[in-house]
């Protein structure tokens, strides 16, 4: 096997506003010579996952890390860990979270590269909040990244994210008041409800101060306070780092055809803004939904070490 377990003492995570822990797990497989150097593809799951949940297996599948072992790609690639106690972190740095996108760059990414040999060429990979993270952090440190795949990316929240705060109202009309009277009673994820205000609470705290940039009683959003959460959204970030995005090496977008979170038009909307920046993306819509799709990630691994293995 040539997996291997490390533990990450994060300084960026260390006093998180949440007192999430600042110890976190890491899983490395590495190709077993190691004479040659190799890219590292960073691989960044989904809200309300860890990196321990890559290991769970479903029925007559293979898990992604054998999947990996199948490959035996001419890659290092890394399963970071970023469940936080909202469920996740979107990758990013925020004052109601943590420092999530430090935390990958400055504590991770050294950590990994001190002991593995890697050859300074890296990748981002990640599914919905993880896939959102996944551009997000490439946009934003293209010193760093240089390629990043991402299935169903959370994007387009005017549409997306803006769609579940009519349930949401709902939701808290008619079971718990508020968010804070929400997380008061949760005890675990019992509907799809619940699961859509875990979702939204994080976001909120990710992306403003905590609160649902929308109206409680009636689904309506707030616009000034939604324009705090636009400003994250990745169609946007690629006009603001278009020069970021024109020097990656490679951007892949995929989603199915009927994602229940619409994040289909979330990836064709990105798709446009990257082509918009002068950027060619590697781009699919597949059938299925936003469940179900672990089938891409050997496809989008494989890309990804293809296109940082070639000559620049």
């Known amino acids: 096997m040539t997996w291997h377990r490390r533990t990450v003492e994060s300084a960026a995570l260390r006093g998180n506003p949440l007192g999430d822990p600042a110890e976190r797990p890491l899983w490395i497989w590495s190709p077993d010579a190691t004479s040659q150097r190799h890219p590292v593809v960073y691989v960044l799951h989904a809200h309300m996952r860890s990196a321990a949940s890559w290991f769970n297996v479903e029925p007559f599948q293979r898990a992604y890390p ?46 990994v590269e001190a ?47 803006a769609r579940g705060f009519a349930p949401v109202a709902r939701a808290l009309r008619e079971r718990f008041g508020t968010l804070e009277d929400f997380w008061r009673q949760f005890t675990g994820l019992r509907s799809h409800d619940d699961a859509l205000l875990v979702e939204l609470a994080a976001c909120a705290r ?60 979330g990836a064709l909307a990105l798709r446009r803004a990257f082509e918009r920046a002068g950027v060619d993306v590697r781009f699919e819509l597949f059938d299925g939904g936003h469940g179900g799709m672990s089938w891409r990630y050997p496809l989008s691994l494989q890309w990804l070490v293809g296109v940082l293995g070639k000559s620049a």
């Open 66 to 111: 054998e999947e990996i072992d199948a490959l035996h790609p001419p890659a290092i690639v890394v399963l970071v860990d970023g469940w936080t106690s909202v469920g996740g972190s979107q990758w990013i740095d925020s004052d109601g979270i943590g420092r999530y996108a430090t935390y990958l760059a400055e504590d991770v990414v050294p950590l």
């Open 115 to 161: 002991e593995f040999p890697a050859n300074g060429l890296r990748g981002l990979q990640g599914k919905s909040s993880g896939g959102y993270g996944a551009v997000v952090n490439a946009l934003r440190r293209p010193d760093l990244f240089h390629a990043c795949a991402a299935h169903a990316p959370d994007a387009l929240f005017d549409v997306t994210l």
């Open 206 to 265: 990710a992306f403003g101060d905590g609160a649902l940039p929308a109206d409680a009683e009636t689904g309506a959003a707030f616009p000034e306070a939604f324009a705090g959460w636009l400003e994250h959204d990745p169609v946007r970030l690629v006009a603001v780092h278009a020069d970021a995005a024109r020097s990656l090496r490679g951007v892949w977008l995929d989603a199915g055809r009927s994602d229940s979170y619409y994040l289909d038009l």
